[in-house]
């Protein structure tokens, strides 16, 4: 099994997040250098993820505070306001991480290679669970307006 | 000439934002259809003559490639171009796509210019 470039695979992941987001939702990101739970004391976080098989197995995930994946999917629908259907948030952040997957999978590994896409689903995630996360995965945290997302690959054994 | 056009799509929000991206092209519609995967998409088609088809391969319960060779079965059904909108990249996937029939691959997120010349190329 081929062996990841940790250091190539963030650099990657950074470009595709950046590209997407300001492609997909009009908004500009900058990396950090220290990655961070984007939701201490602000309110609650989403977390998109999307399993890949192929070459290498394993997720691709965003974790998105509540009020920027709001405006996020309000930028997707072209739409004005500030009220969205919870439901619509949850696809606009799914279908974030599907195209991040997409792209990632694609920059990292040549447009020779398959992978198969399961289909992306959405959680909580607590700050607990985000120090598992970090543990386990490629994580990089950017900056949005005034607010703060992570993107990670986590690839299986 | 307005067309009748089917999504085939599990995102909802993607649904939407290409049925906007039709219009925002200037492409004439007479109606969209909708559906969140092959299964219901076949269903559709079963009692709907569509122009042209924009699929995602990626769904739940039936996927775009299978929806694709469920089509190329039937006579009725294989004619209707089918344009694959997806995140894939992968070159062999495009490929093995095209051999199956499918006339244009649109890679999310998409553009109205690139939709407007895609429906151009394959509706004359």
Redesign the interface.
Known sequence: MMSIDTKRAKKELVVTIIEVLEQMVFMFADPVDKPEYPCNGKGICLHSSIEFSGVRNGSIGLIIPTILASDMALNILGMEGDIIAEEMIIDATQELANVVCGRFLTLFFGDKVVFRLNSPSTTILKKDAMDTLESRSIIIGLTIEESSMLGYVMFKD | MAYNILVVD?????R??LI?TLSIANIPINTVLEAENGKNALELLDRSWVDIIFADI???VMNGIEMIKHMQARDLLKSIPVVII????????IN?LKSMGVKAYI???FMPETIKKVVGELMG
């Open positions: 599990d995102s909802r929000i993607i939407r934002v906007k990626n769904m739940p997806s995140t894939e990249g992968s070159k062999t996937r093995e890679r999310k997120p």
